[in-house]
C-alpha cells in the first residue's frame, strides 16, 4: 500500500475559466475578447457586431457557456458542499476594462467577481486567481494589434496593478497568464492573421516575448502592492518522450521538452532566454527585440510558485532539417504532432494504447515525471493548475451521471502527486479541470469535464445542475485528505 502524505494545508481544489465559464458575453459592459471571437469563428480583424450577426453555426460559444454569471451563488453553493480548499478561475479583462484600455473601471464587471471573491473567502475556499485565460480584449487587438505591439504590456500592467490594489488582502494566490506555450501557438488566440509562413512566425514569437515581459512586470507589481500575496504563471506541461534510445531520439525529446516547456522556466525564473532557445530563434529568423530594459524588468519579476497544467505525455522522434514545408505547415497548430524540422517531430506515444472513450493516451505516470522536471528546474514551490479527462458523460433518466472513467483518472492522477510529494516536491494544490460542466475550447459541449453536470448541448438546455457520481467521490477524497481514493 502505498503511504498518502498530504499535508493538512494541501488545496484540494477545481479550475476554470471566464470566458469557458461565465456566459453573459456582452452583459453588464462586458467588452468582447479574442477568446469570445475565437469560440464564435470569428476573424479578429472583422468589426465583431457585424460578424456576430453573421454566425449561424451550432456549436457551444462563450455567449451563454455555462451560465455561472447569473448561477454563481448555485456553483459556489455546490463547491462548498463538496468540500472544496481553493478554487481557481479566471477575471475577464474585458469585464474591467471592456475594451482593454478604458479610462474608466467597468463598475458592474468589478462588483461580479466581488461577490464571488468574498464568498470564497467566507465559506473557507482559497481563491486562486488567474489574470489572463486566453481572452485578450479585441478592442487593443483592433486598436494596435495586440501582443505584437508593446504596448500590450503597459496595458496588461494597469489592469493587473488595479486588481492587486482592488483585492489586496482578499486574493492570496494569483495565476499571472494561463498556458502562454499553449496560446502562443493558436493564432485565434493572439489575433494572428498574417498568411506569410516567416512573418506570421515572426509575429508569434515577438507576441511571446511581449507576455513574457508583460508578467514579470506584473509579478514585480504585486510583490509591491500586496507584498503577502504569492504570484506565479501557468505551464501547460506534456513530457516529451523519445521514441527509441538512439541518441537522435533522445535529443529530439529533450529539444521538445526544452523548447516548448523548459526554456519557460528560465525566462520566468532567471529572467534570462537560454543559449539552445535563441539559437533556434536566431537559425529561423524568428529573434524578436529583446531590449536591456526588458532583461532588467524578467529579472526583477520573478515567480513565488510555478503552476502548471497537466493532461497527458508525447513522445518525440528525429527529424532531418530539410523535411519538406509543406508537412511543417500541415501539423503546424496540432501540438501532438508538430514538426520542427532538424529539431524534432511530435507524435503521440506509440506504446500507449488509445483511451476506448476519448481517445486520448493517458499516462498518468507522465505527472510524476512533470513534478520532477519542472521542479528540477525552477525549485519553487508547485501548484498543478488543471487535470481533468474530457468526455461526453450520458445524463440518465434519474439525472445520475455515472463518470466512472474520470474517477479512475483522477485517482491514478492523484496518486502520482502523492508520489512527487513523497520525493520531497512542495506541492501546494491540485485542480481539477473543471467544477462544473464548461466549453471545452476545441469541442463545445461536446467534451465535459466537470464534477458537476451542466445540462445543455451545442444549442443550450436548462442549464440546471447535476450533481456526477466523481463529486461525491472528490468530496471524500478532500474529507480524508486524498487517504480515501476510492
Ligand atoms: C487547457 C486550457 O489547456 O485545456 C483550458 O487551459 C482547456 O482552457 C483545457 O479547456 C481542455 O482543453 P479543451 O480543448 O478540451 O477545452
Not at 471592456?98 to 473567502?121: C, M, S, T, W
Not at 493548475?385 to 472513467?405: R, S
Not at 479541470?433 to 469535464?449: A, C, I, N, P
Amino acid at each position: 500500500m502505498t503511504e498518502i502524505r498530504f499535508d493538512d494545508n494541501f488545496l484540494w481544489g477545481c479550475a476554470t475559466s471566464a470566458f469557458q465559464v461565465e456566459g453573459a458575453y456582452k452583459e453588464d459592459g462586458k467588452g468582447l475578447s479574442l477568446a469570445d471571437l475565437r469560440s464564435m469563428s470569428i476573424n479578429p480583424a472583422e468589426e465583431p457586431t457585424k460578424a456576430l450577426a453573421n454566425t449561424g453555426d451550432k456549436i457551444a460559444d462563450s455567449t451563454v457557456a455555462s451560465d455561472h454569471y447569473h448561477r454563481w451563488e448555485e456553483d459556489l453553493a455546490l463547491m462548498k458542499e463538496c468540500g472544496l480548499k481553493s478554487y481557481r478561475f479566471s477575471i475577464a479583462w474585458t469585464r474591467i476594462f471592456p475594451e482593454g484600455d478604458d479610462a474608466e473601471v467597468n463598475r458592474a464587471g468589478i462588483e461580479f467577481y466581488d461577490k464571488i471573491i468574498d464568498r470564497l473567502n467566507e465559506y473557507g475556499i482559497e481563491p486562486i486567481v488567474t489574470i489572463y485565460h486566453f481572452d485578450f480584449p479585441a478592442g487593443l487587438q483592433r486598436k494596435y494589434g495586440g501582443w505584437a505591439d508593446r504596448q500590450a504590456i503597459a496595458d496588461f500592467d494597469r489592469y493587473a496593478s488595479y486588481l492587486f490594489e482592488h483585492f489586496k488582502g482578499r486574493v492570496r494566490y494569483w495565476l499571472v497568464n494561463n498556458e502562454q506555450n499553449a496560446m502562443i501557438r493558436r493564432d485565434g488566440y493572439l489575433g494572428i492573421t498574417e498568411t506569410d509562413p516567416l512573418k506570421r512566425e515572426q509575429i508569434r514569437h515577438r507576441c511571446n516575448h511581449h507576455m513574457f515581459v508583460a508578467c514579470a512586470k506584473a509579478i514585480a507589481s504585486c510583490h509591491r502592492i500586496d507584498p503577502e500575496a504569492k504570484i506565479a504563471p501557468v505551464m501547460a506541461y506534456a513530457p516529451h518522450y523519445p521514441v527509441s534510445s538512439r541518441p537522435e531520439d533522445v535529443l529530439a525529446a529533450k529539444n521538445a521538452n526544452d523548447l516548448y516547456f523548459h526554456y519557460m522556466i528560465d525566462v520566468h525564473c532567471r529572467g534570462e532566454y537560454p543559449g539552445y532557445y535563441l539559437r533556434w530563434l536566431e537559425d529561423n529568423d524568428w529573434l524578436p527585440e529583446i531590449t536591456q530594459e526588458d532583461l532588467e524588468i524578467l529579472r526583477a519579476g520573478r515567480p513565488d510558485f510555478f503552476g502548471f497544467n497537466y493532461y497527458r505525455s508525447n513522445a518525440a522522434q528525429y527529424c532531418p532539417a530539410d523535411v519538406s514545408r509543406e508537412l511543417v505547415e500541415r501539423y503546424r497548430v496540432d501540438a501532438r504532432s508538430r514538426i520542427l524540422p532538424g529539431v524534432c517531430r511530435c507524435l503521440p506515444n506509440p506504446v500507449i494504447p488509445e483511451d476506448s472513450l476519448n481517445k486520448w493516451k493517458l499516462d498518468p505516470i507522465g505527472l510524476h515525471i512533470a513534478f520532477r522536471n519542472v521542479y528540477e528546474l525552477c525549485h519553487l514551490p508547485l501548484m498543478l493548475c488543471e487535470n481533468g479527462f474530457g468526455a461526453p458523460d450520458v445524463l440518465e433518466e434519474d439525472k445520475a451521471i455515472h463518470d466512472t472513467y474520470r474517477i479512475e483518472y483522477l485517482k491514478e492522477h492523484i496518486l502520482q502527486i502523492n508520489e512527487a510529494v513523497r520525493d520531497g516536491i512542495p506541492v501546494l494544490g491540485y485542480h481539477v479541470w473543471t467544477f462544473q460542466d464548461v466549453l471545452s475550447t476545441s469541442e463545445g459541449f461536446r467534451k465535459r469535464y466537470g464534477l458537476v453536470y451542466v445540462d445543455r448541448d451545442e444549442e443550450g438546455g436548462s442549464l440546471d445542475r447535476y450533481r456526477k457520481d466523481s463529486f461525491y467521490w472528490y468530496q471524500r477524497v478532500i474529507a480524508t485528505n486524498g487517504k480515501c481514493l476510492e
